[in-house]
């Protein structure tokens, strides 16, 4: 899997700005990072039927993006980390994937809180990152006593896979490990 990330990084305050291209296929990913509410913009490029500007409210901030073929159908995918404000820094996923290197469309992750065993003890402090085909998430385990700054519950990481869902693309829990 050919991996490039260019060298288009702009840290102006807090604003993100970087562009990924792999297979062909680039993704400008724009954020004002500028209080709690932003607008993020992903532009695409080298699409063959629609590069058209996706343009989303998030709440919090960006803290990280990814390129990657997850699937390894030679079309790839962006991945968006956004951090909320607050102390929870509670993470979240903002994700398109191109359908055959013609158009993007969006991927679609189960919300934490709806997975009452993996979401046991959490309360935020979200690391993302891509590793061999999957994606990884991991949080510090609260137990009832334990103060937002200080978890003593260890570590969950959770892997998912990509798949085709029904209406689109599915990020699908491939496994739970606590650490």
Known sequence: ?????????????SNF???????????HVTCPNAGSINQLTITPSGLTIDNSIIKQEIEGTISGA?????NSDGSPEIYVYVTSAGSGSYGNLVAYSSNNNKSISVIYLVP????????????????FSIVDNSLRREFP????????????????QLQYNLIAGEAGWQLKLAGSTLL
Do not use: W
């Open 141 to 156: 385990i609260y137990k009832q006593d334990d103060t937002n700054t200080h978890p003593s519950g260890g570590m969950r």
């Open 112 to 127: 934490l809180a709806d997975d009452p065993i993996n979401s046991h003890g959490y309360m935020g402090h979200d690391a």
């Open 1 to 13: 899997m050919a991996l490039l990330l260019c060298p288009l990084t702009v840290h102006a305050a």
């Open 17 to 27: 700005n970087q562009l990924f291209t792999m297979h062909g296929i680039s993704f």
């Open 66 to 70: 990814e390129i990657a073929d997850l």
